[in-house]
Nanobody, 118 residues
Framework: QVQLVESGGGLVQPGGSLRLSCAASGFTFSNYRMSWYRQAPGKERELVAD????????NYPDSVKGRFTISRDNVKKTVYLQMNSLRPEDPAVYYC???????????WGQGTQVTVSS
């Protein structure tokens, strides 16, 4: 069955770094645009990064541009989110999303918690 399994979340001090991973299975990974979203308590889920199916193009909102980097390995069927210079406004549950480029199929992972605190 389809699975997106995130890992790498945790507690980090302000200014620190974390690398999230999302391992995919059960679908043709290279046919999917991959994204990372986050949702903080009381807030709507927001996009923080996405990457095309080939990895050739990435996109970030201004809030994380220059600090977060999304990448993917289509052989390992994994997408990554390198988060540097973490700020007090970055804590949230971070979710991995897969969106088919050929259909309306769309999948979500279960999320991984990121906490930024001194």
């Amino acid at each position: 069955q389809v699975q997106l399994v995130e890992s790498g979340g945790g507690l980090v001090q302000p200014g620190g770094s974390l690398r999230l991973s999302c391992a995919a299975s059960g679908f043709t990974f290279s046919n999917y645009r991959m994204s990372w979203y986050r949702q903080a308590p009381g807030k709507e889920r927001e996009l923080v990064a996405d990457i095309t199916s080939t990895g050739g193009t990435t996109n970030y909102p201004d809030s994380v541009k220059g600090r977060f980097t999304i990448s993917r390995d289509n052989v390992k069927k994994t997408v990554y989110l390198q988060m540097n210079s973490l700020r007090p406004e970055d804590p949230a549950v971070y979710y991995c999303n897969a969106n088919s480029v050929y259909s309306t199929w769309n999948y979500w992972g279960q999320g991984t918690q990121v906490t930024v605190s001194s």
